[in-house]
Each structure stands twice: as structure tokens, then as C-alpha cells.
């Protein structure tokens, strides 16, 4: 089993950065990606960033394209979210996942099979 925690969610600004992280840890595997989703109060789960294990390709939602950075460092099985210019819609729960195996589209939720538990972000006008 994999367990994955997220960590970086707080209160900000509007205009403000936010870094989240999430840390893989469990029996021994070998992730194909890592993706980041999101649920708003009110909303339904969306996709918001997806990377490659191997290759370290990122896919985006076109709400966030240019704003959000997704990286992982594979020796400590940690992804990570730079989130700028952060806007009130931003506020969401945050979720990371973790597929090991490989999907044609990382931006379907069920193409993940372990999930963390989220954290908060909430983004202040």
C-alpha cells in the first residue's frame, strides 16, 4: 500500500504564493505519475497538474496553466505544487495522487489509484 501526505496549504492572499508537497511513502514501487486535484466547496473534484515519473512531462488545467509549477524529486518520492498569483477561486481542497500504472490520461481521477487525505487552501480577496 501507498500512503501519500500533503503538506503547504494555508490562508493567503490574492496575489500570494503557496508551495505544497506531497510525500509517497509505502511497499516499494515505482510511480508512473503523480497528479494534483482539487475540490472547491459546492464543486466537483477537478484535475489541476499531472508529471511523469520518469520523464518529468506536466500537463495543466487551462485555469491554472502559467500560474501553478508542478516538480518532483524522485530520490525522496515527493511532488510538489508552486502555486503564484493565487486568486480566491484558487480555494479548494487540495488532493495529490499516485498511479504506478500507466494511463492515457493522467487528467481522469481514475487513472490514480492512492490518494492523500488534501489540505486546505483557501485564498483571501
Known amino acids: 500500500q501507498v500512503f501519500l501526505v500533503e503538506f503547504g496549504g494555508g490562508l493567503v492572499q490574492a496575489g500570494g504564493s503557496l508551495r505544497l508537497s506531497c510525500a509517497a511513502s509505502?511497499?516499494?514501487?515505482?510511480?508512473?505519475?503523480m497528479g494534483w486535484f482539487r475540490r472547491a466547496p459546492g464543486k466537483d473534484r477537478e484535475f489541476v497538474a499531472a508529471?511523469?515519473?520518469?520523464?518529468?512531462?506536466?500537463d495543466y488545467a487551462d485555469s491554472v496553466k502559467g500560474r501553478f509549477i508542478m516538480s518532483r524529486d524522485n530520490a525522496k518520492n515527493t511532488a510538489y505544487l508552486q502555486m503564484n498569483s493565487l486568486k480566491p477561486e484558487d480555494t479548494a481542497v487540495y488532493f495529490c495522487?499516485?498511479?504506478?500504472?500507466?494511463?492515457?490520461?493522467?487528467?481522469?481521477?481514475?487513472?490514480?489509484?492512492?490518494w492523500g487525505k488534501g489540505t486546505q487552501v483557501t485564498v483571501s480577496s
Open positions: 509505502g511497499r516499494t514501487f515505482s510511480p508512473t505519475a
Open positions: 495522487a499516485l498511479s504506478v500504472y500507466y494511463h492515457r490520461n493522467f487528467r481522469d481521477a481514475t487513472a490514480f489509484g492512492s
Open positions: 508529471i511523469g515519473w520518469s520523464g518529468g512531462s506536466t
